[in-house]
């Protein structure tokens, strides 16, 4: 049983190899990127009728911006393309799951690591496109300069729990499953799958809602910094 994606090596030349992990993350995106041009190439034009999938994806894009003005009311729109692409890449790659051949990229410590450091990199980004780059780092020396390494760390150790409980909990749902599935192949693998999808939609949500915290936290404190 492997432990991670990282472990399957699916291609292999020399010291070049190509991992599930690697794998699985361009077919999600592929799979991203191709059914949002099919279901929004026809949004332009108002004469088409309304499609289901079309329909489908206004509702989820609705639902993500709720979430959102909820917890940062005035950002919601600049917020939304990067908090959308989080979420509906991690659930994509946990929903997939169900797929007998599928290992979700987000099993692996590497992807968590890269989508925390997205969050990581968009924090300051917003906070410095909202107050700008002098703004927005003051923060780090307040009250005191002493509290430059304190603020840092704080942020670092912020984010590598965000990978880490991210990658923690795909794991273990995958882990288990396997579990289950040695000692009762025949009804508690349904049971588990049915759960997996619950438990990757959930993880899905909350990175997606922790990254908006954060960006949101930053954003926020400038805002009240400069009144």
Same mark, same amino acid.
């Given at each position: ?10 291609? &292999? ?17 592929? =799979? $991203? ?7 929004? #190439?026809? =949004?332009?034009?108002?004469? &088409? ?15 993500? #911006?709720?979430?959102? #003005? ?33 290992? /979700?990229?987000?099993?692996? $410590? ?11 990199? /968009? ?5 410095? %496109? &909202? ?28 984010? %590598?729990?965000? /990978? ?14 396997? $579990? ?12 588990? &799958?049915?759960?997996? %999808?619950?438990?990757? $939609? ?26």
């Amino acid at each position: 049983m492997h432990i991670t994606p990282d472990q399957i090596v699916l291609w &292999q030349w020399n010291w070049v190899h190509l991992n599930a992990t690697i794998v699985y993350t361009w077919i999600v995106m592929l =799979l $991203l990127t191709l059914v949002s041009w099919l279901v929004s #190439r026809r =949004l332009a034009e108002p004469d &088409q009728p309304r499609l289901r999938w079309q329909t489908a994806l206004e509702v989820i894009v609705e639902i993500v #911006r709720g979430q959102i #003005r909820e917890i940062c009311p005035e950002g919601a729109d600049t917020l939304l393309p990067f908090v959308g692409t989080l979420f509906l890449y991690i659930a994509a790659s946990n929903v997939l799951e169900i797929a007998p051949v599928w290992h /979700a990229p987000t099993g692996s $410590l590497s992807t968590t690591a890269a989508l925390a450091i997205s969050v990581g990199v /968009a924090v300051p980004l917003f906070g410095i %496109l &909202q107050r700008g780059l002098i703004g927005y780092f003051r923060h780090y020396v307040r009250p005191a300069w002493v509290m430059l390494p304190f603020h840092l760390l704080a942020e670092t150790t912020r984010n %590598l729990a965000l /990978a880490v409980r991210l990658f923690g909990n795909i794991m273990s749902e995958s882990m288990v499953a396997a $579990l289950m599935l040695a000692v009762a192949p025949l009804f508690i693998p349904v049971l588990m &799958q049915v759960l997996g %999808l619950v438990v990757g $939609l959930i993880q899905a949500y909350i990175f997606a809602i922790l990254g908006t915290v954060y960006i949101a936290a930053a954003v926020h404190r400038e805002q009240e910094g400069a009144k």
